[in-house]
């Protein structure tokens, strides 16, 4: 593999027949793809940073406007509800969910059945959000399961989504549906860890606790970084189960429920009298976007300081 | 380092952590520490479990025993929840929809990345770095942000609730992660057979669809499932660019039932069924694949 790799670089620079050959199609086999993406991918990337100067509606052309739309984020009560919503998903739900997530793919490694469990708590990351909203508010209505589960113990029902504790039960579905996406992340990156570091650490008398601080915790560091990462991303996506779980009636979820994607969704054509507030929904996705830049760059900082070459 | 490696694994199989013998001293710690922590793993795994049990159960069953014995088993199969969801509820066109945009989107995508992906994978220079580079910048874009401009661009070219229209989107937004995912697949491939090929005067095109393409059999069917489990859930897109119900794919058909279901009083056996038809094809996937989803989505992620 090596070889063959050197070989094809020296080759090319000489002009090797798999070389030129490779060339003349490179163009070709690139194009359709990069094309689609740049024009439907990345000019809208672009365009949008441009709209959020200006006055948009969708429809006719945008006028300018400068800073306004900024301005106006600044105290909108619904951008900073979707702001404050997302990054309490990002980091809220986050450091339970890392916490979470890391605890289980430790216990699971010495776990018999461990390829059963994980398989089973993977299962709600493949399914449609809004089929778990569905079963969820079921879940935890005022009519529904856990009261009656409730009350078949004798306790009054319990209204658990209360205007104060819905987004807590959103948080909480969060942590439930990505758990076993970050513990099979994880599970991956440790197992890559060669056996004989914690064979050498056993015989030089370690306890399993200064294993795991010297050896597995180092030696996945760098995997949690790109998990952590990931759930950057991530978050900034999570749409549907809370359109589901807390939309009524055609309406949207109130706006202290709103995320991110709600917003862009909620100022433009959702809703039942749809806003087409196209300018100010791109000023708040570019805020977003770049929130979510500035945390991948710091975790990316903060997570390579000592990442290890196995 | 291969030996060395053969020889900790049979040193770790003599002395398995679990056998009590390797740590006399924590041997009667360890276990009941550890006891809290597998409990919590197997309610987690039992409530994962009992949501999908719950679920298909409560869709044979009628609203009045989904509402007063959710736990229970249903007393009579009642078949007609399905019927009525399918006919009544949306969800049969619903479903036609679905199964149409994610067969398009998936094979669209995976036909357009995997040329792609197959140069960017195997050349080594700065221009398909770069261009590699290009294709990743789009994994970190939230949606959000194209959308608008997208909206506008498909409201210009008529393509406003339009199926094809979204399945255009769909490619679209699958691409960076279709091709990051079979650029590495292309280039852990061996180029042996690739150079051979070249030497007997086998063109280029001919190279890749005759040779590389079956070679990446396993890679291409991993994005193929992957991209069609994106776009089976995917709901945000569809919602900006689907208007009627004629159009809904299952979340929208979903989302609108749901909705629906509030005004008119809630038949739970019939929404339940509902939900089975939307998460049901994915679960028969995941039976059938589930070891190549969870490896595929882990080695898009673990570099």
Excluded at chain 1, 232 to 253: D, R
């Amino acid at each position: 593999m090596t070889s063959a790799t050197v070989g094809v670089r020296r080759g090319r620079a000489k002009g090797s027949p798999l070389a030129r050959r490779r060339r003349r199609v490179f163009g070709p086999f690139l194009a359709p793809a990069l094309i689609l993406y740049t024009v439907l991918f990345m000019v809208p990337t672009g365009y949008s940073f441009y709209a959020s100067f200006t006055s948009w509606d969708g429809f006719s052309n945008p006028r300018w406007k400068g800073t306004l739309n900024y301005d106006h984020l600044t105290h909108d009560p619904a951008f900073k509800d979707a702001f404050f919503n997302t990054l309490k998903l990002l980091f809220g739900c986050g450091i339970f969910l890392f916490v979470l997530s890391f605890a289980f793919m430790l216990m699971l490694r010495e776990m018999k059945g461990r390829r059963f469990i994980q398989g089973f708590i993977f299962l709600p990351h493949i399914v449609s959000g809004v089929a778990l909203a569905a079963f969820w508010d079921f879940l935890l209505n005022h009519d529904g399961m856990l009261n009656k589960g409730l009350h078949s113990f004798g306790l009054g029902p319990v209204d658990w989504l209360k205007p104060q504790w819905q987004f807590n039960a959103i948080l909480l579905a969060i942590v439930w549906i990505n758990t076993g996406y970050y513990v099979t992340i994880l599970m991956a990156g440790v197992d890559r860890i060669p056996p004989y570091y914690y064979e050498e650490a056993k015989l030089a008398g370690t306890n399993s606790w200064q294993r795991f601080r010297h050896i597995t915790l180092p030696m996945s560091w760098d995997v949690v970084g790109t998990a952590a990462v990931l759930w950057t991303i991530g978050t900034v996506k999570i749409f549907e189960f809370i359109l589901a779980f807390s939309g009524s009636q055609g309406n949207l979820p109130t706006t202290n429920q709103w995320t991110s994607a709600m917003y862009v969704y909620g100022e433009t054509i959702g809703g039942t009298s749809p806003i087409y507030d196209f300018g100010r929904a791109c000023a708040g996705a570019v805020v977003t976007l770049v929130a979510v830049v500035v945390v991948v760059v710091v975790l990316r900082r903060v997570t390579s300081r000592d990442r290890l070459e196995l | 380092m291969s030996t060395a490696t053969t020889g900790s694994r049979a040193e770790s199989a003599a002395q398995d952590p679990r056998t009590p013998a390797a740590a006399p001293a924590g041997r009667r710690r360890v276990p009941w520490a550890r006891l809290p922590g597998a409990a919590l793993i197997w309610l987690f795994v039992a409530f994962c479990a009992f949501t999908f049990l719950f679920i298909l159960l409560s869709s044979l069953k009628s609203s009045y025993n989904v509402l007063n014995h959710p736990f229970g088993l249903p007393t009579e199969l009642k078949f007609s929840n399905w019927s009525r969801a399918w006919h009544d509820g949306g969800f049969g066109p619903a479903f036609v929809n679905s199964a149409l945009v994610v067969v398009a989107a998936a094979a669209g995508t995976v036909l357009l990345a995997s040329p792609a992906a197959y140069v960017l994978g195997r050349n080594q220079n700065r221009l398909s770095g770069g261009v590699s580079m290009y294709f990743v910048l789009g994994l970190g874009i939230p949606m959000q942000i194209i959308v608008l401009p997208l909206y506008s661009i498909m409201a210009k070219a008529h393509l406003i609730d339009n199926l094809a229209g979204l399945i255009v989107l769909y490619i679209v937004v699958n691409l960076p992660f279709t091709v990051y995912l079979l650029m590495s697949f292309f280039a852990s491939l061996p180029g042996e057979l690739e150079e051979a090929a070249a030497l007997d005067g086998v063109g280029p095109g001919m190279t890749f669809w005759r040779i590389m393409l079956p070679l990446a059999r396993g890679g291409l069917m991993t994005a193929l499932t992957l991209v069609a489990i994106a776009c089976w859930n995917e709901t945000f897109l569809a919602l900006m660019f689907l208007q009627t119900n004629d159009n809904f794919t299952l979340p929208l058909a979903l989302v609108n039932f749901l909705t629906q279901q509030q005004f008119t009083g809630e038949d739970f056996g019939v929404m339940f069924a509902g939900v089975s038809i939307a998460v049901l094809p994915m679960l028969a996937l995941y039976a059938w694949l589930g070891r190549r989803i969870t490896e595929g989505l882990t080695l898009g992620a673990g570099k």
